[in-house]
């Protein structure tokens, strides 16, 4: 049963334009979320992170939504630039004494120039 | 910037051979994970410390996989024997305390003949 979802395997985006990627899960009890980038033969890299008790983080392009009724994360990028071309994973925590992060599947982004 | 380091980057075994893989956190990080990524999948922990003691290793398939950490800094993973369903991406990533943020490793990609 895979707790975090990442429906879209790829997404091809226009230089410029808004990238969105979607991630959904199931476990109502998950309360912090992370974004990773991760580009070939290299590990993930941290992108953003949003806690349960907020609907939106931003840093710089990049801006984490979080809708907690229909339990569901995306991530926008804005301009979406050719270097943004990766996999990006979504994870998803319940704070027990821990973090244990459950990952998605991931979905490979390409930014067309 | 601090990164998380791990040796080797690739690794070619046969099957029934034992590999190990190192892994030094960032300095100051008490917490380490080592992850298992096969392609198109998200990663999936195996084994977490906290410090020199095992948090969960849950996932860890305990009759060829072993992991320590014996002064609570770096860390080695260690597989015997190895077998065809071992090849993946290794990664190995640590946080400050129980904070919410990991940080990866580039990884250690196994290919198991």
């Known amino acids: 049963d895979q707790q975090v979802k990442q429906n879209s395997p790829s997404l091809s985006v226009q230089e410029g334009r808004i990238s969105i990627l979607n991630c959904d899960y199931t476990?109502?009890?998950?309360?912090?979320f992370l974004w990773y980038k991760k580009y070939p033969a290299e590990g993930p890299t941290f992108l953003i992170s949003?806690?349960?008790?907020?609907d939106k983080n931003e840093d710089g392009r990049f801006t984490v939504f979080l809708n907690k009724s229909a339990k569901h994360l995306s991530l926008h990028i804005v301009p979406s630039q050719p270097g943004d071309s990766a996999v990006y994973f979504c994870?998803?925590?319940?704070?027990?004494?821990?973090?244990?992060?459950?990952f998605g599947t991931g979905t490979r982004l390409k930014v067309l120039a | 910037e601090a990164e998380v380091a791990q040796s080797p980057r690739y690794k070619i075994t046969e099957k029934s051979q034992a590999v190990a893989f190192w892994c030094d956190p960032i300095?100051?990080?008490?917490?380490l994970y080592w992850y298992r990524q096969i392609l198109g999948q998200g990663p999936e922990l195996l084994v977490q410390?906290?410090?020199?003691?095992?948090?969960?290793d849950s996932q860890l398939p305990k009759d060829r996989f072993s992991a320590e950490r014996l002064k609570g800094v770096d860390s080695t993973l260690k597989i015997q024997p190895a077998e065809l369903g071992d090849s993946a991406m290794y990664l190995c990533?640590?946080?400050?305390?129980?904070?919410?943020?990991?940080?990866f490793g580039p990884g250690t990609r196994l290919l198991v003949l």
């Open positions: 990533a640590s946080s400050f305390g129980n904070q919410e943020t990991q940080y």
């Open positions: 476990n109502s009890m998950f309360d912090y």
């Open positions: 949003i806690s349960s008790i907020k």
């Open positions: 994870a998803a925590s319940a704070f027990a004494g821990t973090y244990k992060y459950i």
């Open positions: 300095s100051g990080h008490a917490t």
């Open positions: 410390f906290q410090d020199e003691s095992v948090v969960d």
